[in-house]
C-alpha cells in the first residue's frame, strides 16, 4: 500500500489541477499489480467508450471460440453493406470487396488498427447481447453496446453506448490474472493488444529512452497492451503498462473536452485532431503522473 497518506493525496491533487485546466471531465483508474495499490478519480462516473470497447468484442469473440462455436482460424468474408456503409478508423473499407481473412485477424485489426469494418463483423459473428453479456459477467457493471460502430447517417440517432474507467480497470485487472475465458486466451488478447499501433495516450510523456530502443530489432524497456479510443469530444486508453520495477493497469477517461469541437461549426464536428489539441495532451500527462507513482521518478 502507500507509503504514506501525503503520497495519494497530492496525486489527487495532481489530477484535480490537471482537470482543473481542462476543459472537460476525467475518469481516471489504475492499480499497481504486485502491492495493490490504486489511483481511483471519478472512475465510477459514466463515460462513452469509444473504441476502447472493441476489447469486449474481443473477449467474447475468444469465449465462443473456446467453447468450440467457431474456431479462431475460421474464414470470414466482409460483408459488402458493412464495407461500403460503415466509416471512421481501419483499412479494410478500402481494400477488395472480395476479401476474405481469418477471425484471429479480423479481431488482430479491430485491436491494433482499430477497424470498424472488422468490429462490425465480430459482432454480428457473435452477437451484441453476447457482448454486453460478457461485460456484465466480467464485472463491468457500466459498460453496454448499444449498436454496432456508425454507419453513415446513424451517428444521431442512437448513442453507441456507455461505459466507465473503473469498468475497464476491472477487465484489464482480470486480462493481466488470466481470468478472461482462460490464461491462454487472455495471454493471446494481450499479446495481440502489445501490438496496438495508438498508445500515445500512455506513452506520449514517458522517458523517452524507456520507450523507444536504441536498437530498433529490440525490445523498449516499458511496454504497453492497450486499447484506445477517440470521437467528438471524448478520448480514453486502457490497458497493461509492462515496466521492470512493476506492472500496472491504466483506465484513462475524458469527456465533453470542448476544444475538440469547432468553435465555429455549429453542427460541432471535429476539430483536426492535431497534436497540441487539449485532448490529445490531458491523457497523456495523466498517464505520467501515475507512471511517476508507481514506478518512481528515479526510473526515468
Given at each position: 500500500m502507500w507509503t504514506r497518506r501525503d503520497e495519494r493525496m497530492e496525486i489527487i491533487e495532481n489530477l484535480i489541477e490537471i482537470e482543473g485546466r481542462f476543459s472537460g471531465d476525467l475518469g481516471i483508474y489504475a492499480r499497481r499489480m504486485d502491492t495493490g495499490e490504486t489511483i481511483h478519480y471519478r472512475a465510477e462516473e459514466p463515460n462513452p467508450p469509444a473504441s476502447t470497447v472493441k476489447t469486449v468484442v474481443l473477449t467474447e469473440v475468444f469465449?465462443?471460440?473456446d467453447k468450440g462455436q467457431f474456431s479462431l482460424e475460421d474464414p470470414d468474408q466482409l460483408a459488402q453493406?458493412?464495407?461500403?456503409?460503415?466509416?471512421?478508423?481501419g483499412v479494410l473499407r478500402d481494400l477488395s470487396p472480395d476479401l476474405t481473412l481469418s477471425v484471429r485477424d479480423m479481431c488482430v485489426?479491430?485491436?491494433?488498427?482499430?477497424?470498424?469494418?472488422?468490429?462490425?463483423?465480430?459482432?454480428?459473428l457473435v452477437g451484441l447481447d453476447n457482448i454486453n453479456e460478457m461485460a456484465q459477467r466480467l464485472g463491468m457493471r457500466r459498460t453496454h453496446i448499444n449498436r454496432p460502430m456508425i454507419h453513415v447517417g446513424e451517428?444521431?440517432?442512437i448513442p453507441f453506448g456507455e461505459t466507465s474507467a473503473l469498468d475497464f480497470g476491472i477487465l484489464f485487472?482480470?486480462?493481466?490474472?488470466g481470468e478472461v475465458v482462460s490464461p491462454e486466451a487472455s495471454r493471446e488478447m494481450l499479446g495481440i493488444m502489445l501490438g496496438n499501433h495508438y498508445k500515445t495516450d500512455i506513452l506520449r510523456?514517458?522517458?523517452?529512452?524507456?520507450?523507444?530502443?536504441?536498437?530498433?530489432a529490440s525490445q523498449?524497456?516499458?511496454?504497453?497492451?492497450?486499447?484506445?479510443?477517440?470521437?467528438?469530444?471524448?478520448?480514453?486508453s486502457a490497458g497493461i503498462v509492462y515496466a521492470p520495477e512493476c506492472d500496472y493497469v491504466i483506465s484513462l477517461f475524458s469527456r465533453n473536452c470542448t476544444d475538440?469541437?469547432?468553435?465555429?461549426?455549429?453542427?460541432?464536428?471535429?476539430?483536426?485532431?492535431?497534436?497540441?489539441?487539449?485532448?490529445?495532451?490531458?491523457?497523456?500527462?495523466?498517464?505520467?503522473?501515475?507512471?511517476?507513482?508507481f514506478v518512481g521518478k528515479s526510473a526515468g
Open positions: 469465449r465462443q471460440a453493406e458493412s464495407r461500403e456503409r460503415t466509416f471512421g478508423s485489426l479491430m485491436m491494433i488498427v482499430s477497424d470498424n469494418v472488422a468490429t462490425n463483423q465480430m459482432i454480428r451517428e444521431a440517432e485487472e482480470a486480462l493481466y490474472r510523456y514517458l522517458p523517452p529512452d524507456r520507450i523507444r530502443p536504441k536498437d530498433p523498449p524497456i516499458v511496454r504497453v497492451a492497450s486499447k484506445s479510443g477517440t470521437t467528438i469530444g471524448v478520448k480514453c475538440a469541437v469547432s468553435v465555429v461549426d455549429e453542427d460541432c464536428s471535429d476539430r483536426p485532431p492535431t497534436v497540441d489539441n487539449e485532448n490529445q495532451l490531458v491523457l497523456p500527462r495523466v498517464s505520467r503522473l501515475i507512471y511517476d507513482a
